[in-house]
């Protein structure tokens, strides 16, 4: 669903993508590992091309990138995207939140009036429901906490009825149990709706526990592609070097959880 | 040669040097205002001398002639008349310019530095100013006040307004760009929701400063309680000016009681 071939991008000297190539299969969920800097967002967001890239293909669902703003507009609403602060519009109510997903569908003179169809609506609630928010969809966005805001940033996504997902370290600032029910959420929601999923994260052990299969990224480069399973000393090696030469009080233990603090050692 | 030990003032260590460029700009200061004492015929005896004839002139205005009150119904209205459209006006002048003045919005710099120029000139310059232009221009009466309240308004709205704009967090903005949304879309679903409360406040308190700016006008001819208040003047009618010097104050202090209050409570949301 998502296909990615050759993609690079560079910052003047600097080379944050280089030759990346990946793909994304419908209902599935990749996990991006990799450490702070390694280019994990700048590969999100040269995908919904929030960032342009300096070379490469990006296809969803078969369709290469549009050159038009009207087609740019086109390959976005159908890519959703998660972000680390969940991005939600504070002062609004959780339901308009959630129906922006919907902006790029509805006549634009209707949604500038603040009118939206019965349809658009149904949507939008439908989707509050798959995060089990829907009693609070006259609530104010910021009356949420964290978590809760984070599942309405899912909400959002999932009402542009989207081929894909794009999300950048969704659970970074939620605790170990909000954080699993974000996950979760992500997780059944690409299942059940067949959408092909790209998460950036940073824990590890959120990555064993609930990626399909996991791509590591160092220095804007692949270095590691495989199954959760095959994620062992060597390749964390390749994905954090020089993490293994760290004493056990400098490894963060968010990024580390305890079975592989034991592989490494 | 060894330098000589600092004395400490306030924690911080002084030496010769510092002390030679405080006593010169301190020095420079002293002569400044001297000069502009000069100038300006800044003098203790002659306030003092003219003293009595402050006295005389209050003990004129009281009592205060209530009757003239009913005379001034009319231009109370007219003057809050005034305040509203004044107000009304600049915002529509204002609203589309603003987003060519936020610097995250604007389509270039070009465009963002030359609508700021032109909100600070119209800010720069006072209302009865222009209010003098508008009267030579439309003629006597509360029209051209309202003209020039909308003007010197509209360049103090915008620069507001686009500062507003400019608080804004971006992450919405990107969320909402990266859902395929249209760029007024993005505005009115990411920006104008953010920046909507400080807009009400800026509305507000610009209504309170035209209501006091109205209340002059009338001295050049642009309507409202002002031209009352200077024609007592002129007529020495000294009763009739405390009546409308105390009208003025009740308004502009309940303006000003009212617009704080909202705007406290629009802010706190």
């Known amino acids: ?265 | 040669m060894k330098a000589a030990a600092p004395v400490f003032i306030l924690g911080r260590a002084w030496h010769t040097r510092q002390w030679l460029q405080w006593l010169g700009v301190l020095a420079a200061a002293c002569a400044a205002l001297t000069w502009s004492a000069q100038d300006l015929h800044l003098s203790i005896s002659e306030l003092v001398k003219g003293l009595p004839w402050v006295a005389d002139f209050v003990s004129r205005m009281v009592p205060p002639n209530w009757s003239f009150m009913q005379r001034l119904v009319r231009p109370v209205f007219e003057t809050i008349q005034l305040a509203i459209w004044g107000t009304l006006l600049a915002i529509l002048l204002a609203l589309p310019l603003c987003f060519l003045a936020a610097r995250n919005l604007t389509p270039s710099p070009l465009v963002f530095h030359a609508t700021r120029q032109v909100f600070n000139a119209a800010r720069g310059i006072n209302e009865i100013i222009f209010a003098l232009v508008f009267v030579a221009a439309v003629g006597l009466g509360p029209f051209a006040g309202v003209l020039a309240l909308s003007i010197h308004g509209a360049g103090m709205l915008g620069k507001f307004f686009a500062e507003a704009i400019e608080e804004a967090d971006p992450g919405p903005v990107e969320a909402l760009r990266a859902t395929g949304a249209r760029p007024l879309q993005v505005i009115v679903f990411a920006v104008l929701p953010q920046a909507l409360p400080a807009w009400i406040a800026a509305t507000l308190y610009r209504l309170e400063v035209n209501l006091r700016a109205a209340t002059i006008l009338g001295m050049v001819g642009a309507g409202g309680i002002g031209f009352e208040l200077y024609s007592s003047l002129k007529l020495f009618q000294y009763e009739d000016t405390a009546t409308c010097v105390i009208v003025i104050l009740v308004m502009v202090m309940t303006a000003d009681y009212v617009s704080s209050r909202l705007r406290a409570r629009i802010l706190a949301r």
Not at chain 1, 105 to 111: H, L, N, T, V
Not at chain 1, 133 to 152: F, H, K, N, P
Not at chain 1, 188 to 199: F, K, N, P, T
């Open chain 1, 1 to 265: 669903m998502i296909e990615v071939r050759g993609l690079s991008k560079r910052y003047g000297e600097l080379a944050a993508l280089v030759d990346v190539s990946l793909e994304v299969g419908a209902g599935e969920m990749v996990v991006v590992l990799g450490p702070s800097g390694a280019g994990k967002s700048t590969l999100l967001r040269c995908i919904n091309r929030l960032i342009e890239p300096s070379a490469g293909e990006v296809r969803i669902g078969g369709e290469p990138a549009p050159g038009t703003r009207a087609g740019l507009r086109r390959l976005r609403s159908q890519v959703g995207m998660i972000f680390q602060d969940h991005n939600l519009v504070p002062r609004l109510s959780v339901l308009k939140n959630v129906l922006a997903g919907r902006l790029s569908r509805m006549p634009e003179w209707m949604s500038l009036l603040q009118l939206f169809r019965a349809a658009d609506v149904r949507i939008a609630l439908d989707c509050l429901g798959r995060v089990e928010l829907e009693d609070r969809a006259w609530s104010r966005a910021d009356r949420l906490s964290g978590g809760q805001q984070q599942r309405v940033g899912i909400a959002r996504a999932l009402a542009q009825e989207p081929r894909a997902i794009l999300a950048d370290e969704p659970v970074a600032s939620l605790d170990p149990k909000t954080a699993r029910i974000v996950l979760s959420d992500l997780k059944r929601a690409s299942r059940e709706l067949g959408i092909a999923v790209l998460c950036n994260l940073h824990q590890v052990g959120y990555a064993m526990e609930f990626a399909d299969r996991v791509i590591g990224i160092h220095a804007g480069r692949v270095v590691f592609e495989g199954s959760p399973d095959a994620l062992d000393a060597q390749a964390l090696a390749q994905i954090y070097p020089g993490l293994d030469g760290l004493s056990e009080a400098d490894a963060e233990p968010d990024s580390v959880p305890a079975p592989l603090a034991d592989l490494l050692s």
